[in-house]
């Protein structure tokens, strides 16, 4: 996978990637929820995490929230030698369906007891039905054996593929299938070191042919027609690799022009130097956050976001004379066309 391996390159080549993966996680935890019909954006999400108080933040920004905290308690795990395992899928989905819209119904971090279906208002009618609860501890074992090369090993990339189908065949968990089942994908190409950082999310992809996409997971479900699944799946994983790439580029060709421009400032350049780049991890912040990731006083940091704004490189977005919240909208605009 050509452009895999140039995705994984940029991400190494970056001056600071985690700044970058911080963002990119959040746009995909947006994306991959509104398949799950969401309503939230990036700017949402970052205005969610930036404030001090949940008051007046819809309940669907809060559950894209929880996705980002299930998504990187996989990631720490899996990079504190944790086993990609059926505990760690538990552990997220607990954080997934922590809270929220019929959290408690659905168990979080518990296999399904009772059946579940897709489609219809019943098994009878339904368009899927997935395995019987009783089959769902043995199904989930035998994906475990064959995530641990049990009884031999496959390919990362087709692992990743055939581990996604299997897992929202057995649909275990009676809601947040869909969601986990994403977040595997990206933990398998970690955990198989395809990629040294979290860059690569199918969502968008799954989202734009989300028809072609349940098509042909009943076609291997009912046809065993893998050929096609895994076009599609190596089609998809190829074009968001590529559009991850471009992504990477462009935000590390507007970073440096943005501080060669400060650069020309003299003294109080190094100051916004700093403030900069903690914009660059928090695209949407204000001057306790920036204080915090930059270890300035909270005159400076201020000093250096009117500075900042003055050059048209961030804009206050509150209209407020205090706590105001700045935005590093072409860093945004750059992750998602849509803000």
């Not at 995705?7 to 947006?30: C, H, M, N, Q, W």
């Not at 979290?198 to 072609?212: G, M, T, V, W």
């Not at 909270?298 to 000093?303: A, E, G, L, P, S």
């Amino acid at each position: 996978m050509v452009w895999l391996g140039r995705l994984d390159t940029v991400g190494a080549l970056l001056p600071d990637p985690d700044r970058f993966v911080y963002s990119y996680i959040r746009k995909e935890a947006v994306l991959s929820s509104m398949i799950e019909g969401t309503q939230s954006s990036l700017s949402d999400l970052l205005q969610f995490e930036t404030a001090d108080t949940a008051s007046g933040i819809s309940s669907d920004v809060q559950e894209v929230s929880r996705y980002v905290q299930a998504l990187n308690h996989g990631l720490t795990r899996l990079d504190g030698g944790f086993p990609l395992s059926l505990r760690l899928i538990r552990e997220m989905h607990e954080r997934l369906l922590a809270s929220g819209r019929g959290a408690e119904a659905a168990t979080p971090g518990e296999f399904r007891k009772s059946q579940n279906w897709i489609g219809g208002t019943r098994p009878g009618n339904a368009h899927f039905v997935p395995p019987p609860p009783h089959e769902v501890g043995s199904a989930m074992g035998a994906l475990e054996r064959f995530l641990h090369d049990q009884p031999q090993a496959t390919p990362p990339l087709l692992k990743a593929a055939l581990a996604h189908v299997q897992f929202e065949t057995i649909h275990p968990f009676l809601d947040g299938n869909g969601r986990t089942g994403r977040m595997l994908i990206t933990l398998i190409l970690c955990e198989q070191k395809l990629l040294r950082k979290p860059l690569l999310y199918l969502s968008l992809y799954l989202k734009e042919h989300r028809s072609d996409y349940y098509n042909l997971l009943n076609a291997v479900r009912q046809d065993g027609n893998w050929e096609d699944w895994l076009d599609f799946f190596s089609r998809g994983v190829s074009v968001t690799a590529k559009q991850a790439v471009d992504t990477a580029v462009a935000i590390d060709k507007l970073l440096t022009g943005h501080q060669a421009k400060i650069a020309e400032l003299g003294r109080i350049s190094a100051s916004m130097q700093l403030v900069l780049s903690g914009m660059a991890q928090r695209p949407l912040s204000d001057v306790n956050h920036l204080s915090q990731a930059t270890r300035l006083n909270d005159v400076t940091v201020r000093k250096c976001l009117e500075g900042l704004a003055r050059l048209g490189i961030v804009r206050e977005v509150t209209g407020r004379q205090r706590n105001r919240r700045y935005e590093y909208h072409e860093y945004l605009a750059i992750l998602d066309p849509r803000e």
